[in-house]
């Protein structure tokens, strides 16, 4: 795989932030995708208190969502946690994840922001812009904006507006449920990242691809992560 715009990871706070605010002007939030036939959700978990940062890509077949391929990656935990600068502690495993792939997906859906961050440069943007693919922003929580309240219907949403300007939507993915923020994170517009997210989307209240991305990044079993491959950190699928 092939990494765009390559970068030291050894960042202080202060040249972190100076880099998210230098590549943020690269980020694309127009359409340029082809053709989607795969689409693939993106988490990370931690184990051993935080000290190992595990990150997962679950690759699903579009529009069917049937998983394909499923892949995890594992690097000490290097950046700590700071607010607003958490791709740079993500971002590395993730990558790692990724290149174990057989084939690459169409689209990306990160859990985490996109543009709906204070710098409009959240992982989506990070993992879209390094790897040149078209990457959406699918978090739980709100991290910076306000929206007025969503209608409490599949498909309803607000624009998310932080100084002025729409960074993202509020989505209701499932009646009763909390609204996910929604906002692209690389080559792609903020209307088509709603409309393949709640293509993406079937009975729960995350997107099928970032709820089994979450699955294995985070609540994985010990035995089941026994059927990894050793030597390429594949789960082997039945």
């Known amino acids: 795989m092939e990494i765009y715009h390559s970068h030291a990871w050894d960042l202080s706070r202060e040249a972190a932030i100076a880099l998210q605010q230098t590549l943020r002007d690269k980020i694309i939030t127009t359409d340029q995708l082809g053709e989607i036939h795969t689409v693939a959700g993106v988490d990370v978990g931690f184990e051993d208190a935080g000290n190992t940062t595990r990150a997962a890509v679950v690759v699903l077949s ?27 502690r993500e971002v590395p495993a ?13 689209l990306l859906l990160c859990d985490g922001q996109g543009t709906a961050h204070p ?9 879209g812009l390094l790897t040149n693919m078209p990457a959406i922003g699918v978090a739980k929580s709100l991290l910076v ?10 498909g309803a949403w ?15 993915t499932r009646p009763k449920t909390k609204p996910l923020y929604i906002s692209p994170g690389h ?10 997210v709640l293509q993406c989307t079937t009975k729960y209240r995350l997107p099928e691809t970032t709820r089994q991305a979450h ?15 050793p030597e390429t950190n594949q789960l082997k699928l039945f």
């Open 145 to 154: 904006g306000k929206h007025e309240e969503v209608a409490d219907e599949k």
């Open 187 to 196: 080559r792609i517009s903020l209307e088509t990242s709603i409309a393949y």
């Open 119 to 127: 710098r409009r440069f959240g992982i989506a943007c990070h993992v």
């Open 215 to 229: 699955k294995l990044a985070s609540e994985t079993p010990a035995s089941e992560l026994e059927n990894l491959n």
């Open 158 to 172: 607000q624009p998310l507006q932080h100084k002025g300007e729409v960074i993202g939507v509020a989505l209701r």
């Open 62 to 88: 579009f529009p069917e969502l049937q998983v394909q391929e499923r892949a995890i990656a594992r690097r000490p935990t290097s950046f700590p946690y700071i607010p607003g600068l958490l791709s740079f």
């Open 94 to 106: 993730v990558l790692d994840a990724l290149d174990k792939l057989n084939t690459l997906p169409d």
